[in-house]
C-alpha cells in the first residue's frame, strides 16, 4: 500500500561572480572620461547589487513555499478524514512511507503510515526531517488523524519561542477566528492535529523569570471546530523538561 520514498538530496545552485571585461585601457586625453568611467562603475556597482537582492529574494521565497509544502499536504489528507487510506492518498496526491528515514521520528509517537520533509534541521542536537506528517487509521482501513510537527519552530529552543514574560491568553475564547488566536499569541503552531471535525493547534513558548532566572515553560492549545472557530477556552500546560530530568520519584 506504501512505499518507500526516494530521497533527494538538495543540491545548491550559487550564483557565479561576475567578473569585470578585461583588456588594455589606453591613456584617454578628454577631460570627461573620469567622469565617464564613474559614471560606468556606478552602474555596473548597481547592477551586481540589484542582482544579489534578486537572488536573496528568490532564494526566501523558495525556502518559504519549501516550507509551507508539509503544510499544505497535511491539510489536503485532512479533507480526506473518513476515506480509505488509500483513496485518500490517492485523491490527496501524497506520498506516504510506512517508516521515517530518522530512527527517533519512528520511536516519537504510534503512526500507520508518513509523509515527511527532505529536508532536515537539528532539535536539541538531534537531528529531524523540518517536517512531519503522521496519517493513522482505524480499524476498518479508513483514515483516522494526521497530525502535522513542525519542528523548525523548536529548532532555536526545544522549548519553543521566547517572550518577555507569561503569555495572556484569557482573550481566546469560543467564536474567535484563527486571525484573532495568531494576533494574541504571535507565534506559530508546532503541531497540528486534525481528527474528526475538530482542529488543535499547539504552541510552545518559554520565558525567564527576571528575580530568579529560571526557565518558565509552557504549551498552549487551541482546538477549533468544524467552523473553524475556537469552540472552547485555551489549555495552558507547564512544559519544563529540566524539572523531569532533575525529578526524584518515590519507589
Known amino acids: 500500500m506504501f512505499h518507500k520514498k526516494r530521497r533527494t538530496k538538495v543540491s545548491d545552485n550559487p550564483a557565479g561572480n561576475l567578473q569585470p571585461g578585461s583588456g588594455n585601457v589606453s591613456e584617454d586625453k578628454n577631460p570627461g572620461s573620469g567622469k565617464s568611467r564613474s559614471g560606468r562603475g556606478l552602474k555596473a556597482a548597481a547592477a551586481v547589487t540589484a542582482a544579489v537582492v534578486l537572488l536573496i529574494s528568490a532564494g526566501f521565497i523558495w525556502l518559504t ?44 509517537c504510534t503512526f500507520t503510515s508518513l509523509s515527511e520533509s527532505g529536508r532536515s534541521t537539528n532539535v536539541y542536537n538531534v537531528r529531524l526531517p523540518e517536517w512531519t506528517i503522521y496519517c493513522s487509521e482505524n480499524s476498518f482501513g479508513k483514515l483516522e488523524s494526521v497530525t502535522y510537527c513542525d519542528f523548525r519552530v523548536l529548532s532555536s529552543n526545544i522549548n519553543g519561542e521566547r517572550k518577555k514574560g507569561a503569555v495572556d491568553v484569557s482573550s481566546i475564547t469560543p467564536g474567535k477566528t484563527s486571525s484573532d488566536v495568531d ?16 482542529t ?11 528575580q530568579s532566572g529560571a526557565v518558565k515553560a509552557y504549551i498552549i492549545t487551541v482546538i477549533f471546530g468544524e467552523d473553524g472557530k475556537v469552540n472552547s477556552p485555551a489549555i495552558v500546560e507547564s512544559s519544563n523538561f529540566i524539572l523531569d530530568v532533575l525529578r526524584v520519584e518515590n519507589d
Open 65 to 108: 513555499l519549501s516550507g509551507s509544502q508539509g503544510l499544505r499536504k497535511s491539510q489536503k489528507l485532512a479533507k480526506k478524514i473518513g476515506e480509505p487510506v488509500e483513496k485518500a492518498v490517492s485523491s490527496a496526491g501524497v506520498e506516504l512511507t510506512e517508516s521515517s528515514d530518522y530512527e527517533y521520528i519512528n520511536e516519537l
Open 183 to 198: 494576533s494574541v499569541l504571535k507565534m506559530k503552531p508546532y503541531q497540528i492535529v486534525y481528527a474528526g471535525t475538530s
Open 200 to 210: 488543535s493547534k499547539k504552541y510552545r513558548y518559554y520565558y525567564k523569570n527576571k
